[in-house]
């Protein structure tokens, strides 16, 4: 088993796999978030009950096996948050990751352990899965690179459901060139080849994070703008963020309860706080406030398609504040931090669009990702545009 001084490692479900000899990727190495499945081993998604009540997979998650193939080994499964519901790391069952680069403070979630091992240098890449926010939430707290690719571009199969209409495989790297040659080998379809040439800087999405990061971000903000040969700023408002993050996180809650419901209710599990509130939220989501609110996002997902056209980037900030202070009382990072949080991430998710978050600020000593949101299918030229920052 690996020397895991950081905590971002399942103990009770560990694996380990030698990658191909020659590939890509060959000699580098990989984790796992806790919700891919890999043959022969027990997926656990956070909680210990669902490790309990599951036999081994007997199968292996294509993106798993993509890495393998390439010649990434694969070193560890990491800790996720309980059924991936949270966007703060700290999982009451089984611990919460360090964030290395800030040990007093949550590493952010649910991809938690994947973003710890690769800021502590324990990987080289980790993949994860956002749906709300959890690749780019912890890459931001850990100060990482971190990438939510285009929805449906990379393959699903083999990883647990949660919320299918946002789920995605995200990976995290320390290098931004490793982080691309990681999709060159993760991403499938047609990619957006329109040359990246137009940056939207709506000032009220920074509006929306605390001071310290507005103030950080402006630095980076230009270096960014300086690789573009337009630049769109606004002061207008392009959207109601607060009924979009209401709209997602109904649409979300409906599938979680629709895919997850069942098993809750056979098995009643114990959550911890926060989890335990909207498992029980998402029990009570009706039909018809599911169906108004998928009619309302597809009018949402034109209006962002619309707004972000191929070889636009919108620039915002990743999270509104830095990683809050480990054992904050969970009224507040798991209701108010992450309402905050979800009015800014919904954007990309709402969508379906790719989000890279890029460790480029610093405010209160902790880092702050500044994140670029592409048109569909523009994964590789976010990629690449990290590449030459």
Not at 99 to 122: F, Q
Not at 341 to 355: E, K, R, V
Request: proline share 7%; glycine share 10%; aromatic share 6%.
């Amino acid at each position: 088993m690996i020397d895991d001084p950081l905590g971002a490692f399942c103990v009770r479900n560990p694996v380990a796999l030698p990658g191909a000899t020659t590939g890509p990727l060959a000699g580098r190495t990989f984790a796992a978030k806790d919700v891919f499945e890999i043959a022969g081993t027990p997926t656990g998604f956070g909680h210990p009950e669902w490790l309990r009540t599951h036999p081994p997979a007997t199968g292996t998650a294509s993106a798993v096996q993509k890495l393998l193939d390439a010649g990434c080994n694969l070193v560890g499964r990491t800790i996720s948050d309980e059924m991936c519901y949270s966007l703060s790391g700290e999982n009451v069952h089984f611990g919460t990751p360090r964030n290395p680069a800030a040990p007093d403070r949550i590493p952010g979630g649910s991809s938690a352990g994947s973003a710890s091992a690769v800021a502590g240098g324990l990987c080289d890449i980790a993949i994860g899965t956002d749906c709300g926010g959890s690749v780019r939430i912890p890459a931001s707290y850990c100060g990482i690179y971190g990438i939510r690719t285009t929805h449906g571009r990379v393959a699903t199969d083999g990883v647990l459901p949660f919320a299918e209409s946002f789920d995605v495989v995200g990976w995290f790297g320390r290098d931004p060139n490793l982080l691309a040659t990681a999709g060159s080998v993760l991403l499938e379809g047609a990619a957006v080849t329109t040359k990246l040439r137009r940056v939207l800087v709506f000032s009220k999405l920074f509006d929306r994070a605390e001071p310290t990061v507005r103030d950080a971000m402006r630095a980076p903000v230009a270096t960014i703008a300086a690789n573009f040969s337009e630049i769109v700023e606004s002061d207008e408002d392009f959207a109601d963020l607060d009924a979009w993050r209401v709209t997602f996180q109904t649409v979300q809650a409906s599938e979680i309860w629709r895919n997850l419901g069942p098993w809750v209710l056979a098995t009643q599990p114990q959550f911890g706080p926060g989890i335990k509130e909207r498992f029980a939220a998402a029990a009570t989501v009706t039909d018809e406030a599911a169906t108004a609110a998928r009619a309302r996002m597809a009018d949402i997902r034109a209006h962002l398609r619309d707004t972000i056209r191929p070889g636009d980037v919108l620039c915002l900030p990743t999270a509104p504040r830095v990683a809050p202070f480990r054992n904050t009382p969970a009224s507040d990072v798991e209701v108010a931090y992450r309402n905050a949080a979800m009015a800014l991430l919904c954007i990309a998710g709402l969508g379906g669009l790719p989000q890279i978050t890029l460790p480029l600020a610093t405010a209160e000593d902790c880092p702050a990702g500044l994140s670029l949101v592409g048109a569909a299918g523009a994964d590789e030229a976010l990629l690449a545009l990290a590449a030459t920052l």
